[in-house]
């Protein structure tokens, strides 16, 4: 059983920064791909950004692309969000997510993003 902690999320006004860790624990031998999903209230979860585990191929939704960077640390089973230049749309609950080699996904408790204009 994989197991995600996150933690990183919180207030912050227009044009400011935030980062987000990821922890996993578990079956890290088989991890496929670390990433990050968002939802926002009265929307449907959503695609934000993801790496491979091996290799380091990073993929953005187009929303984010120049202003979030995803990394990830094999060492720590750790991947990260950093998150610049933050708009009010940006505010979500922000959710860990893990693919296994093997198809299983797996997702963290949610950390709560909010942008104030």
């Known amino acids: 059983q994989e197991q995600l902690v996150e933690s990183g999320g919180g207030l912050v006004q227009a044009g400011g920064s935030l980062r987000l860790s990821c922890a996993a624990s578990?079956?890290?031998?088989?991890?496929?791909?670390m990433g990050w999903f968002r939802q926002a209230p009265g929307k449907e979860r959503e695609f934000v950004a993801t790496?491979?585990?091996?290799?380091?191929?990073?993929y953005y939704t187009d929303s984010v692309k120049g202003r979030f960077t995803i990394s990830k640390d094999n060492a720590k089973n750790t991947v990260y969000l950093q998150m610049n230049s933050l708009k009010p749309e940006d505010t979500a609950v922000y959710y860990c997510n893990v693919g296994l080699s093997t198809g299983t996904t797996y997702w963290g408790q949610g950390t709560q993003v909010t942008v104030s204009s």
């Open positions: 790496i491979r585990w091996t290799g380091g191929s990073t």
């Open positions: 578990g079956r890290t031998f088989s991890i496929y791909t």
